[in-house]
Every structure is written in C-alpha cells, then in structure tokens.
C-alpha cells in the first residue's frame, strides 16, 4: 500500500495529502494533550470561516483530516493558509474555557451473554481475567475527556478505561446495536447515540437519549466535556429511559 506523501512540516504538525483534495495535519509537539488541542483548535478554525474553500474538518485524537473543493482553489494556496491557521493556534489554551460535565447512568451487564444490557461483559470479563464488579468499578470510577465524535452519530470517543489490556474487537461485527449501547474497544469507549452495526464490546447501556435531530450539534456534549459513568438497577433504567442526556447543573 502506497503512504501518502509528506508535503511539509510545521514546527508543530506534519501535513499529508489525503487524495486529490484533502489534507491531513497530524500533530508533532510529542505531547498528546497539546497534539489533541491543535488538531481541534484549527478545525474549529476553518468551521468559523466564511470560505468556499473548505468543505470539511474532522479533528481525532491528534489529527484532523481537511478537505478542500479542488475546483476553486488549489494546493499550494491551501497549505499556505493552513500555515498560517498553524502559526496561530495557541497549544496551551483549553479546547474548551468551560467544560461541562455529563453524568451517564449505565445499566451493566453481567456473566450471562444473554444478558441484553451488556452482552460482552462476559467476553471481557475472559479477556482481562477481571470480575464483573471490577470491570464496572474501573469504568465508572474515572471521569473521562470526550476527545472526539466518531460514527453513528457523534459517538463521544475517550480513552478507557484501564483494564489492563486492550480490549480486541469482535471477530464478528454486530448487525444492529441498540442505542444508548456503553462499549469498549481497544483501549477505548464511548456510547451509540442511535441504532447502528458495530464491532465493539457492549458492556452496558444508558437509558438517556443523546440524538437529537433538531439540534445543529446533534448531540448534547463536544470535545472537551467531560463524561462520568454510573451504575444504575433495572428499575431506574425504566424511570430514566428516554429522558434528554444533559450537562451535570454545577452549584
């Protein structure tokens, strides 16, 4: 497989071409926290411009892929001004001024696969070595950083939590995952906000509802709030169910 091509380097990211119109900046400060702050920094930057020029930015955990419409502009001045977009970001400033925090409850799985909540607890209870119970005790004892949005829908993506190992995905994708789905992959996890196939392990789920089709954001957190497990019983998954998830109300 051919990589793709360096065009140059920035003090702080190298820039790849993606294709015939895309750019992909990847940091390079050698610090993850200030790597995830830039990827993010310059796509909110290019989303605030009144430009033809972009089509899209989609910032991960420490890259952000850029597409330009090729028809009105081309390379060169495209990289010209992703320098200058790279010159101004400020690595030390928060992604967000002020975080909010979003307390998700989770009704857990447990050794039984045919449990419906959590299905693949038992599977990673075999691959860590660890209980149920403690498997529930370190994934909701941390309070995570939503590092990006992934797919269905603006999947809140964070790393963890500490099991050990990483947790593989499935040999055999799901078909269908049920909203509001809690699972892990690798040395992530993150929730479904809508019906969709998938690869991780379920080990949970949340009766809040995040998808909400009327709102421009689509989901209620971005990057850099924070989440926050907890678990609940049966019968508080059934109070809860369907309720709007919403940011934690700080005195």
Not at 157 to 163: E, I
Not at 232 to 240: G, M, N, Q, R, V
Request: one cysteine or more.
């Amino acid at each position: 497989m051919t990589r793709p091509a360096l065009l140059q380097t920035h003090p702080h990211a190298d820039l790849v071409r993606v294709g015939e119109n895309a750019v992909r900046i990847t940091g390079r400060t050698g610090d993850a926290e200030k790597d995830w702050r830039l990827a993010h920094a310059v796509s909110a930057q290019l989303h605030t411009r009144e430009s033809v020029t972009y089509v899209s930015a989609v910032p991960t955990y420490e890259s952000v892929l850029i597409e330009f419409d090729a028809t009105t502009t081309d390379l060169g001045e495209v990289l010209e001004d992703l320098e200058d977009v790279l010159d101004h970001v400020h690595l030390d400033l928060p992604l967000r001024p002020q975080p909010r925090t979003f307390q998700v409850p989770v009704l857990y799985g447990d050794d039984d696969p045919e449990n419906p909540y959590g299905p693949h607890m038992s599977r990673v209870m075999k691959i860590t070595g660890l209980g149920a119970q403690e498997i529930i005790a370190r994934h909701s004892e941390p309070t995570y950083t939503i590092r990006c949005l992934g797919a269905p829908g603006g999947s809140p993506m964070v790393y963890g939590p500490d099991l050990g190992v990483p947790i593989p995905r499935l040999r055999s994708p799901l078909t269908r995952v049920p909203q509001g789905a809690v699972s892990l992959a690798g040395l992530q996890a993150t929730i479904a906000p809508t019906v969709a196939p998938g690869g991780w392990s379920v080990i949970g789920r949340t009766p809040l509802q995040q998808l909400d089709l009327d709102d421009e954001h689509l989901v209620p957190y971005q990057p850099g709030d924070f989440l926050s497990f907890h678990p609940i019983d049966a019968d508080a998954f059934l109070e809860l169910e369907g309720r709007r998830m919403e940011a934690e109300v700080l005195p």
